[in-house]
């Protein structure tokens, strides 16, 4: 009897992924030095969705180095000031992250949950969650109010298939030209600064 409850519910999240997967529509924003990058409209938001995919000739282990660095991976994260860690347990870790903004916006910060999950089929999944509330607001920041993404890379051959996908809610006031361009540029200079630091 259990073992058909657990088929249902698989039955049941298959058919709500495959209907949510069927009700996105992604649409080309780039597509340009092997990285194109996709944009979604989200219900309910202001802002759009952004999706980045390329192929980086690296191993899926050399880009988790990449990514667990946290001081480091700030100088390949898009207009990324300063990143720490703040904790780490098993699969989890909490990171916190200061954005260079362009005036007169006020500067942005954000509390990230990382959960990483390995695939079976030698794949990584970094599942990222704001968790706003985390730590106590600094002074002189607008703290990101809401972040839902993951990383995923997966291997092909001599090389790793990298996605990166996010909707952000940045909280306060934020010019639609900044808001419009930073959904194509945070992805794009991401993956591009991301790949050449893997492929050197």
């Given at each position: ?91 989890q870790s909490w ?95 991401t993956l591009k ?8």
């Open positions: 009897m259990r073992s058909l409850h657990r088929m249902a519910v698989v039955c049941g999240l298959t058919t709500l992924l495959a209907t949510a997967a069927h009700a996105e529509d992604w649409q080309v924003a780039k597509n340009e030095a092997g990285i194109k990058i996709s944009l979604n409209e989200v219900p309910g938001s202001k802002y759009k969705a952004y999706r980045g995919v390329t192929l980086v000739k690296a191993s899926v282990a050399k880009l988790r180095a990449l990514q667990e660095d946290v001081p480091g991976a700030c100088s390949w994260v898009h207009e990324c000031k300063v990143q720490k860690l703040l904790k780490h347990e098993g699969n990171t916190y992250t200061r954005y260079n903004t362009p005036w007169p916006v006020t500067p942005r910060d954000s509390v990230l949950h990382v959960t990483t999950i390995e695939g079976a089929d030698g794949s990584l999944t970094r599942k990222l969650e704001g968790v706003p509330r985390y730590i106590p607001e600094e002074k002189g920041f607008v703290r990101v109010a809401q972040v839902e993404g993951f990383w995923k890379f997966v291997p092909k051959g001599d090389s790793t298939e990298v996605t990166y996908q996010v909707h952000t809610e940045p909280g306060g006031s934020v010019p639609s030209w900044l808001a419009n361009s930073f959904v194509v540029d945070a992805p794009f200079n600064a991301l790949r050449e630091r893997a492929e050197k």
